[in-house]
């Protein structure tokens, strides 16, 4: 089956084909570990989890890399050079103050001094997180967490190249400029190409350096500054790099290959994030092409407005499952979910459309989740749970490949799975087999067979989640030592249990 993009560097649906038949190669922008990452954030990130699960659907094999960037992510990030401060020099004052507040517990991220210790807490609480909504891990885990500053060496070699190939300069000031000039291709993924920048589309070229710069929409590879939060001894000074060049320098060493598949990141990295991504890689590898595929996620909306500190909607992953979030009529709504009705509400809406975070969509993924739980119970009642192998002729599982192959259209797929799982059907075993492998990629029942062995994270949640439920029944018959003995188990394999009005949640502690 054919399988149909969208494309932001041809604006078009195109035809998916791997440019290697054994193997996909994706990258996707992780997340800046300064904070805890929002449900706007896991919006992308689930994007990408999508894109990589259904390739995998597909028959396809998937190399995913995800970096964690914890140096050099200014504060004014939305210009063509970025400006202000490393977030991470940010983050060290305002944790103190998170800690003071309990935002930060008590025993994290004992010196707010340490930027090291700051990116490893929020990097954990990230993982965590991931793991919670079930996102496949994009990386080896844990020895291997792809963090920029563990790979200096890489960006130091890649800007020598860009220097020795004329594309970057030393500007008066020391710094490492990247020469946008030097790049004709630069603005065809976002538009914004030079001559737009200079009259001043947008206003994204931002005032800082200018008299340092050939051209205004230069921008920063390395920069000398040994005042500065993290730093490293460089034949350009010590100092720090950029942020855009640990993704180039990341997705080349990390895929092995000049020329990637896939690119995902949320829509407000296209510029000048990717933008200058392509330049800096291009302008190292010689090749006119990077990743073939740039695939976006458009922002997420609270309730119809931009999420926002002060009206309280940067709603974390945590604030929603433990019911911090309001409703429609500005209460707390005070409900804790279960994690697979996030991740249903997150992924269901399509991922060019702006998605409207609302308290009621969330309740409706609730019930969503609960019907398709039911469900599969059933299913699995009626066969003894034993799923049969069905392909794309049995007809549920073919109309939902035909959506997912159409530019990922979770939104028709649930369409159509959602009333056929209040019916009966005739063979429940080719049902359950059908159900089974839609939730390989939706991933939003819960309960998921021990048979899912090699999903990295699945294997181990569908285990616990089995216990969770062991421990729901032993409850309710009353069986308190039983429970007792389930809780331990769940406990001594490194989660919390707690409790839900949908049931039993465990939650993985922090390492
Ligand atoms: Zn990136």
Redesign the pocket.
């Known amino acids: 089956m054919a399988l149909r993009f969208y494309n932001t560097l041809s604006n078009e649906l195109e035809t998916f084909v791997p440019a290697d038949e054994t193997t996909v190669r994706m990258y996707s ?1 992780g997340p800046t570990v300064y904070d805890f990452a929002h449900i706007g954030n896991f919006r992308s990130f689930l994007f990408a989890d999508i894109v990589r699960r259904t390739l995998e659907f597909f028959g396809h094999n998937v190399h995913h890399v995800m ?1 964690i ?1 914890d140096v050099g992510h200014m504060t004014e990030d939305a210009n063509a050079d970025g400006a202000g401060e490393d977030k991470m020099q940010a983050a060290a004052r305002r944790v103190k103050e998170d800690k003071k507040s309990g935002k930060v517990p008590e025993g994290a991220v004992t010196n707010p001094d340490d930027p090291y210790q700051i990116a490893q807490y929020y990097t954990d609480c990230f993982l965590e997180d991931a793991r919670t909504l079930g996102i496949k891990v994009a990386f080896e885990y844990p020895e291997n967490i792809l963090h920029a500053t563990q790979n200096i060496d890489a960006m130091q070699e890649m800007i020598s190249q860009l220097l020795d190939r004329g594309h970057a300069y030393v500007g008066p000031d020391g710094v490492v400029y990247y020469s946008v000039e030097s790049f004709s291709q630069y603005g065809r993924l976002s538009g914004n190409t030079l001559d737009r920048l200079m009259s001043g589309a947008g206003g994204r070229v931002s005032e800082a350096n200018q008299a340092n710069k050939r051209h205004p929409a230069d921008f920063m590879l390395w920069k000398p500054d040994s005042t500065h939060i993290m730093k490293w001894d460089s034949p350009w000074g010590t100092g720090y790099p950029g942020w ?1 060049i ?2 180039s320098c990341m997705a080349r060493k990390r895929l092995a290959a000049d020329v990637i598949d896939i690119h995902t ?1 949320g829509e407000d ?1 296209i510029f000048p ?2 933008e200058c ?1 392509i330049a800096q890689t291009c302008g190292a590898t010689g090749k006119d092409t990077f990743a073939r595929f740039w695939m976006h996620a458009r922002f997420l909306l609270v309730e119809g407005e931009k999420m926002s500190k002060s009206k309280g909607s940067f709603y974390t992953v945590r604030d929603v499952l433990e019911g911090r979030i309001k409703t429609e009529s500005g209460q707390t709504a005070g409900v804790r979910v279960h994690p697979a009705v996030l991740r249903l509400e997150l992924i269901k809406s399509h991922y060019r459309g702006n998605m409207n975070f609302t308290h009621k969509g969330l309740m409706d993924s609730a019930g969503a989740v609960k019907r398709l739980t039911d469900f599969r119970n059933r299913l699995e009642q009626a066969c003894a749970g034993a799923a049969a192998d069905v392909d794309f002729d049995y007809p549920i599982l073919g109309k939902f490949a035909d959506c997912l192959a159409d530019d990922l259209n979770i939104a028709g797929a649930l369409g159509a799975i959602l009333p056929w799982a209040s019916t009966t059907p005739d063979d429940p075993a080719a049902a359950l087999g059908a159900l089974n492998r839609m939730n390989e990629v939706l991933g939003v029942v819960p309960l998921t067979p021990s048979s899912d062995a090699d999903a990295e994270s699945g294997s181990e949640n569908s285990h616990i989640e089995a216990l969770c439920r062991q421990l729901d029944e032993a409850r309710a018959k009353k069986d308190y030592a039983t429970a007792d003995t389930i809780r331990g188990q769940i406990q001594d394999q490194g989660y919390d249990v707690k409790t839900s009005p949908s049931g039993t949640i465990a939650e993985r502690r922090l390492a």
Do not use: A, F
Request: hydrophobic share 10%; net charge negative.
């Open positions: 922008c970096n960037t855009h640990e993704c990141g990295l994030h990717h991504e």
